[in-house]
């Protein structure tokens, strides 16, 4: 007994049908029900509590008009090119090529270092890095030993502090991607070039570079989105402030939704950050779909 | 292979339904269970003693009758937004359960508790509660929603050795802003390295910043931040920047910690843990439920803080009547307004709030009594040196204006402290942004100049 041809494609759905209604129901359902409350004036209570009124787009003009928003969006998109795309991508890259250099005692160390920051619950790596950089701590310690001026690090530059944590955090996952995209790297390639006279630098960038830049891509994609939703080790570190100095968009939305209790406006600043995320997104897919060189 | 899909499809149908028959039955009449939510931290078990005592006693006097009992293990915030995510569906919403006395009118608003009056009718315990402490309990429609547990105010709390050793009289009792400003003064000058009077400024601090630090300001110059009556929020009043401008003066001269402390969300510990117990730091603004950090069992346990420390009424700014000014909080227990046993659950209400367990209550939490019979317990009285003192302040204390707006209002004030400590905005300055801001939350038509 035969199929029709598109019955028969459409079997070969069937396997996959489970884990298409899982996502459907754990990610998509969410999504939606986010955006669905930014057209409302839910609230976590008082009046707007159990019956919430449609409101439409108020929440997102609310939105143009207030002052800490674009502050946010601003301060989200330094985060994610600060530390996720420049500090995390090429300190991930530059560790994972020296380690194929160094010694495999000194590159062992190494990678344990860098991977025992990662392998931190968010929670507990948010709580060391406050540690860190507080008013008493390990760092103004190690400057007063060294006998230069301390620092209020979280109050005078909670950019930076969060940032270079999120670095320290981080990097690990790009420098793993990188070792394995290295290790895929032909060692033939390299060779024949190096005997047509291309110096280390050169081979590097292209030879090797352009050989790994699918890794590139994917790594970028998956740090980018990471780091746009990172909550817990701003939330920690410096709660947003002081005056909002490092309010990135999820410790607004959560500030509003769950602080203010505001959770239609609460869901409309997720709603954005999930259409920063999904730019992004769409963005390295079209970098990784045009065709290879 | 048409044969082999339709066994697939049948056996996924066939588990749907064994799983579906899996989901718990209805319980039948005979067997009930009521589900309590409640907070417990490591430093907070005195509720959960509590409940836990009443939670035996009711199930041996209710036979069939389970109490479940749902510790949230949270700060005070996050038990508020776990408690109101519960709240908002019926099918999570607990029968009874702990909730902030400022919570109160917005959560009657929700529709998330219910109305008490009728049962409270039959309730002979009812009329030994104290009058202020039930209004607490009240909502806009003038029906109680919830019965308190206790209360709290706050007071100046004073290191005696600082002050001594700075050539203080002791008891301290400061008449007006400027004697304290002058006994900072004299600390200071006297140790440059201690903090002579701290009071709590910015975002970091929270709601702490507001209860145990801002309003005893403002509160004490006549002004205030609701007008009651008219339902309007009062903005541009001389209070409000006489009240930033005294915190100017405080941190500016170095009088009380650092911006950059003042700012981290954990500088209470440091006052609480640190500061006070090693004579580092004069004075503080903070609750009458200080001792619990201090006595046994508590989270910086300090042997002989009876002795170093000493409590003052926070003076009113020029020492206008009615000479001290303090804020109360509290909580309350409440039942859901969903709930499918609601004799049972305020039965349940009532066997927790007796006398001998709001006494352990109250003395374990350092909370002040709010039934009549508790206050006058010679184990309340003497559970520390400073529970008449404190308890004194409930006939000078204010209550949050606890409307749906307040939260944001509460962050607005603590901007205003956080801009003018930093030294970003004059006093001045603050003020308007603050009025700037009030008018953006509730409208200017809700706003009231004053």
């Known amino acids: ?293 | 292979m048409r044969r082999r899909a339709l066994k697939t499809m049948s056996l996924i149908a066939a588990a749907t339904v064994a799983l579906a028959a899996c989901s718990p039955d209805d319980p039948g009449a005979s067997f009930k269970t009521l589900k309590v939510a409640y907070q417990k931290t490591d430093s907070f078990t005195a509720l959960d003693t509590m409940l836990q005592a009443a939670k035996q006693e009711f199930e041996a006097a209710n036979q069939g009758v389970t109490v479940e009992l749902q510790p949230i293990q949270a700060n005070d915030d996050d038990y508020g937004t776990k408690l109101a995510l519960a709240l908002r569906s019926p099918s999570t919403a607990p029968d009874v359960f702990y909730e902030d006395t400022f919570k109160v009118r917005s959560d009657v608003d929700a529709g998330y508790l219910l109305k008490l009056d009728s049962y409270l009718e039959g309730w002979e315990d009812w009329d030994t509660f104290d009058d202020g402490a039930k209004a607490a309990g009240r909502a806009d429609d003038g029906g109680t929603y919830a019965v308190p547990l206790g209360t709290d105010t706050r007071a100046i709390w004073y290191n005696r050795k600082v002050l001594e050793a700075a050539g203080v009289t002791l008891p301290w009792e400061p008449r007006s802003w400027q004697d304290i400003l002058d006994t900072a003064r004299k600390i200071k000058a006297n140790d440059p390295t201690v903090i002579p009077f701290n009071m709590y400024a910015g975002k970091g601090t929270g709601e702490g910043t507001v209860m145990q630090s801002f309003y005893e300001l403002l509160y004490g110059t006549g002004s205030s931040l609701y007008d009651e009556e008219a339902g309007k929020w009062v903005v541009g009043s001389a209070g409000f920047q006489d009240s930033l401008a005294f915190l100017k003066t405080l941190y500016d001269e170095q009088l009380a910690v650092s911006p950059a402390e003042a700012l981290d969300a954990n500088v209470w510990k440091k006052v609480f843990g640190e500061w006070l117990p090693n004579a580092r730091m004069g004075a503080t603004v903070e609750g009458s439920y200080a001792p619990s950090f201090w006595q046994d069992g508590g989270s910086y346990e300090w042997p002989g803080y009876e002795q170093d420390m000493g409590v003052a009424p926070f003076p009113t700014q020029n020492g206008q009547a009615p000479g001290a000014v303090s804020m109360s909080g509290g909580w309350t227990l409440a039942l859901g307004a969903e709930t499918k046993e609601p004799e049972l659950a305020f039965s349940f209400l009532t066997t927790a709030l007796k006398e001998e367990n709001s006494l352990s209550f109250t003395v374990e939490s350092s909370q002040i009594a709010v039934r009549k019979d508790v206050a006058a317990d010679p184990g309340y009285l003497d559970a520390n040196p400073f529970v008449r003192d404190v308890s004194a302040l409930v006939s000078v204390t204010k209550y949050r204006p606890a409307t749906a707006d307040y939260p944001r209002i509460s962050v607005a004030v603590q901007e205003a402290t956080e801009a003018v400590v930093t030294g970003t905005r004059s006093p001045q300055e603050a003020a308007a942004d603050y009025d700037a801001a009030v008018a953006d939350i509730v409208g200017a038509a809700k706003t009231v100049r004053k």
């Open chain 1, 1 to 293: 007994m035969r199929f029709p041809a598109t019955a028969r494609q459409l079997l070969r759905y069937l396997p996959v049908l489970p884990a298409v209604l899982l996502l459907l129901v754990f990610l998509a359902g969410p999504v939606l029900w986010a955006f669905h409350a930014s057209l409302t004036d839910a609230g976590l209570t008082g009046r707007s509590a159990r019956n919430p009124s449609w409101v439409g787009l108020e929440n997102y003009q609310r939105l143009l008009t207030d002052p800490v928003f674009p502050l946010s969006v601003l301060l989200t998109v330094v985060f994610v090119a600060g530390s996720a795309v420049l500090g995390q991508n090429l300190l991930g890259l530059a560790l994972a090529v020296l380690m194929r250099r160094a010694r495999p005692l000194v590159s062992a160390v190494v990678g344990t270092t860098v991977v025992a920051a990662w392998v931190l619950p968010e929670i507990v790596a948010a709580f060391a890095a406050y540690a860190y950089f507080s008013g008493d701590g390990t760092l103004n310690q190690l400057l007063g030993g060294l006998g230069l001026g301390r620092q209020d690090w979280l109050y005078a530059f909670p950019m930076v502090a969060v940032m270079l944590a999120n670095v320290w955090r981080g990097t690990a996952f790009s420098m793993l991607v990188y070792r394995a995209a290295l290790n895929e790297v032909p060692a033939e390639v390299t060779e024949a070039a190096q005997m047509d006279g291309a110096h280390g630098w050169q081979r590097f960038a292209f030879i090797t570079l352009p050989m790994i830049r699918w890794s590139i891509t994917t790594n970028l994609m998956l740090i980018t989105l990471q780091t746009l939703a990172v909550f817990t080790l701003v939330w920690v570190m410096t709660a947003g402030g002081p005056a909002n100095a490092s309010t990135t968009l999820p410790v607004l939305a959560y500030q509003e939704a769950f602080k203010f209790g505001d959770i239609g406006y609460g869901t409309a600043v997720a709603s954005v950050l999930i259409l920063i995320g999904a730019a992004f997104g769409l963005a390295y897919v079209r970098l990784l779909r045009e065709p290879r060189p």
